[in-house]
């Protein structure tokens, strides 16, 4: 499997961002597709993430009601729209998919997840 993010830049306080993540390979129905986020000297964090079947997760309360993950299964991509942004929004955020292998995945555990994309910039002007 294939990750590749687009959609990372520098935006102000208050404005919003898309970000999307194509994916290519086989058995994508059987992967859980997250968006994690990193900033330096710390780990990175779960943002959202979607299965295939429609099942979507988000991370701390600092995104909730702001990030909006969609998954489209026959394009292969899962998008994140950020809205209300903040600076401590500022971080990498990187696309990733795990293999879902029984009922009892982790969605938020960055350790679970096989394939990760090479990450985009997001920076939150003040």
């Known amino acids: 499997v294939q990750l590749q993010a687009y959609g990372g830049g520098l935006v102000q306080a208050g404005g919003s961002l898309r970000l999307s993540c194509l994916a290519s390979?086989?058995?994508?129905?059987?992967?859980?597709m997250g968006w994690f986020r990193q900033t330096p000297g710390k780990e990175r964090e779960f943002v959202a993430g979607a299965s295939w079947s429609g099942v979507m997760n988000y991370g701390g309360g600092s995104v909730k009601g702001r990030f909006t993950i969609t998954r489209d299964n026959a394009k292969n991509t899962v998008d994140l729209q950020m809205d209300s942004l903040k600076p401590e929004d500022t971080a990498v955020y990187y696309c990733?998919?795990?293999?879902?292998?029984?009922?009892?995945?982790?969605?938020?555990?960055?350790?679970?997840?096989?394939?990760w994309g090479q990450g985009t910039q997001v920076t939150v002007s003040s």
């Open positions: 990733a998919a795990q293999t879902i292998r029984s009922i009892y995945y982790s969605p938020s555990d960055s350790s679970q997840y096989d394939y």
């Open positions: 390979g086989r058995l994508l129905s059987s992967k859980y």
